[in-house]
């Protein structure tokens, strides 16, 4: 190790770098990290900490409304967006000192500075300075995209824009059906502006249970934002401070804010990677094995840059296994299946496991049991919502393979329910459980009619 100035040296200071390069360092290897924007990357900083304080604050509005059903008289309440980004702010940049801390604390030497693979062991550093180390571990993460140029694209503001905008827009067109693309629609829609949402797809959340997509555009729509699938924004122009904005479709739209939501993409680019030899994957990220290596045996990459399951929680998890592997003594594989995830949209989606469709098109025969209710909660307010509960089951084993909860508390339920999918619970050890009432989560072991099953020989 002596011919080399660190053990390890981390390219990126998101969630997935800074665990790999504090438990690396916890396990004597000398490290250092390079981050050319703010420690704690785009989860902490832009991403979904700062996201889900805007939930939050979106979600008063309807708190206040709901209140009137149990009693409670409130003033006429009003909203200040600049307090509301000032504080979120402060948040952030307590977060970014408390990861630096953390850091240092360690024993990581921190650089605030853009750094690139000069070769195989050698980081090359914007300042000219470069640093020799035995290992490499890349941790970028991603970047927004804003898919096929169009006219006026320029005028169009991604989520990283949409955390610092100086005033709350009132009319809001957001093109997009993935995570950000709705969050960010009940999010405006919740504070009061009035958004439409753009998809060129069939149906919003590409990849989810069928049933689950058009139970939150339903809801979405019962809350007034407009949803138009099966098109795009063709064209943007400006007209002063507000914006036209034209449909594939023929539609034609006046906002004050047009956001682009249309996915992220691996950093990869300018870092060196190509020609240092790492191969790039089909699906644009770096390719890497079980253990996070490359191509290059002495460089490994997690997070979003592998564009394998990209989420914060499964960043952190990658980062502490490389870091056991390579420095601890104890090789570790991460296992990227039966992934919780939700979406903080309005309603919240918590999903963990199999859809419906993936079941039937895997297993000889899927049983779906679906419950669909009005939540005790709206019975006073009256607000017109619904929750859905849905498990999907290998109807040969008994196995509960999916698990997807449409509705208030969404993400907190599936991750209690993700321990039991990833046992590997089966249907009866549900029916076994005795309910807590009264709770939404109670229909998760009450639940003891099947909608549905499903012989893959005889749909055959």
Request: hydrophobic letters at 45%.
């Amino acid at each position: 190790m002596s011919d080399y100035d660190v053990d390890l040296f981390v390219i990126g200071g998101g969630s997935g770098g800074v665990r790999a390069a504090r438990v690396a360092a916890q396990h004597g290897a000398r490290v250092m990290l390079a981050e050319e924007y703010r420690v704690g990357g785009t989860c902490v900083i832009r991403g979904c900490v700062p996201k889900k304080l805007l939930v939050y604050a979106s979600r008063f509005r309807a708190e206040f409304e709901d209140a009137a059903g149990y009693g409670w008289t409130l003033a006429q309440s009003s909203f200040d967006w600049p307090t509301l980004i000032a504080n979120k702010d402060k948040e952030i940049a307590r977060l970014e000192a408390a990861y630096t801390a953390m850091l240092e604390k360690a024993g990581v030497t921190v650089v605030k500075i853009r750094a690139a693979v000069a070769d195989a062991h050698t980081v090359q550093m914007t300042n000219g300075k470069r640093v020799r180390a035995a290992t490499i571990l890349i941790a970028t993460g991603g970047a927004p995209t804003f898919g096929d140029p169009i006219p006026g694209i320029e005028h169009a503001i991604s989520s990283n824009e949409a955390f610092h905008l100086p005033s709350l827009p009132p009319q809001v067109v957001i093109q997009g059906g993935g995570y950000i693309a709705v969050e960010f629609a009940g999010i405006f829609a919740g504070l009061g502006a009035h958004v439409t949402l753009v998809y060129r797809g069939e149906n919003i959340l590409r990849g989810f249970d069928d049933d689950v997509r058009a139970h939150l555009r339903m809801d979405m729509e019962k809350h007034g934002i407009r949803v138009f699938t099966g098109c795009k924004v063709a064209a943007i122009a400006r007209s002063g401070s507000r914006f036209s904005v034209q449909l594939s479709s023929g539609n034609q739209i006046s906002a004050d804010c047009v956001m682009f939501a249309t996915g992220r993409a691996p950093n990869v680019s300018r870092i060196g990677l190509q020609e240092t030899g790492v191969a790039i994957a089909k699906n644009g990220g770096v390719a890497v094995d079980e253990y996070s290596r490359s191509s290059v045996a002495s460089i490994y990459a997690i997070g979003d840059v592998t564009n394998r399951v990209n989420l914060t929680p499964v960043a952190i998890r990658e980062g502490h296994a490389f870091a056991d592997t390579v420095f601890g003594g104890k090789p570790t594989a991460v296992d990227h299946v039966n992934v919780p995830t939700a979406v903080f949209a309005d309603p919240e989606v918590g999903v963990v496991g199999m859809t419906e469709a993936q079941a039937r098109a895997r297993l000889p025969q899927t049983d779906v049991y679906k419950a669909m209710f009005k939540p005790l909660k709206a019975t006073l307010s009256g607000r017109d919502t619904t929750v859905l509960i849905k498990l999907v089951v290998d109807g040969l084993t008994d196995r509960v393979v999916g698990c997807h909860i449409v509705g208030e508390g969404a993400a907190e339920m599936i991750q209690a329910a993700a321990i039991a999918v990833k046992m590997g619970a089966k249907k009866a050890d549900f029916d076994a459980t005795m309910a807590l009432h009264p709770t939404t989560a109670e229909e998760l072991v009450t639940m003891r009619k099947k909608s549905a099953s499903y012989a893959r020989e005889a749909a055959e």
